[in-house]
């Protein structure tokens, strides 16, 4: 029978020469090529810890947005064999259409240990791939925040990315400083990578995220009140985007999430997707369970009023 991941276009490769990709002198040049590109997109959403979650920061240290650069597909890498046993996420049926009045989260207040773990700015043609492997070995739901113009460019990776059972959220067209924008161009913007992610894999996002986290209230209620997404921002930020290094990553993450965390991480990055092997394990072991932020949001609904955390 035929795989269905193959049957999406996508090649199924052994694990035997598992462990020696970083001798390979392809991985050096391909990540070579990341570096390029990760140059070229400059930093990501939380480059604006200055932007405080309510949008009354200042974004004076933002740098301006610039092109991504097209980079070609990855059809040599291997995710190396894990050692020992994969801890396993449970396999959660939980709805995630509970009605949420708020217009915006950066975590939910509940007991339990349910937390909702986030990757912006892909997809990408490598790194994307590659977490989903991660995630799907230890059958964990992510929710992804895609920039449109990356969708357009990979579709076949969104649509892995929805097949295998990951939300997928609206962060824009282009990635631009959104509370310097206009109305109308916040809408095209929101609007173009909705229909981007709709064109692609058939799906509309649910939520969106502010790039740089840089969206003013007066925008998160509009938006809310038009556009029907709940703007979420995140409790726990590993500033991945720094590249301080996959340990660092893993390290920020673990010591940082609490029950009802929003993790933010991107998947534009390789060490971020090197830090998620051991990220991933270590949350499974301290026994949190993932799920997607729709879920999230909607048990903290379902948990009563005053329970939903935010800078409303
Ligand atoms: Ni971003």
Known sequence: MKNPIEALGYKILTTSMGGEAAGDGKPKLSRRGFMVLSTALGSSCSLASSAKPDGSGSLADVPPDSAPARTSANTTYRTPKPKGPV?????????????TSGITFSRVSMSQPYIAITFDDGP??????????????????????????????YPNVLRRTVSEGHEIGNHTYTHPILSKLSDSAVRAELTKCRDAVARAAGVKPRTMRPPYGA???????WIHSDLNYPTI????????????GPSVVTSRILSGTTPGAIVLAHDLHSQTVDAMPATLDGLLNKG?????????LAMGAQSGPGQVASGQ
């Open 87 to 99: 801890p396993r996420n449970p396999d959660n049926n939980f709805p995630a259409s509970g009605s």
């Open 124 to 153: 990408h043609p490598k790194n994307t791939p590659r977490l989903l492997d991660m995630l799907r070995e230890r059958n964990i739901k992510a929710t992804f925040y895609v920039i449109g113009r990356n969708v357009d460019l």
């Open 215 to 221: 969206l003013l209230q007066r925008q998160r209620e």
């Open 233 to 244: 921002m995140w409790s726990v930020d590993p500033l991945d985007w720094k590249r301080p």
């Open 288 to 296: 949190f369970k993932f799920v997607t932020v729709s879920q999230l």
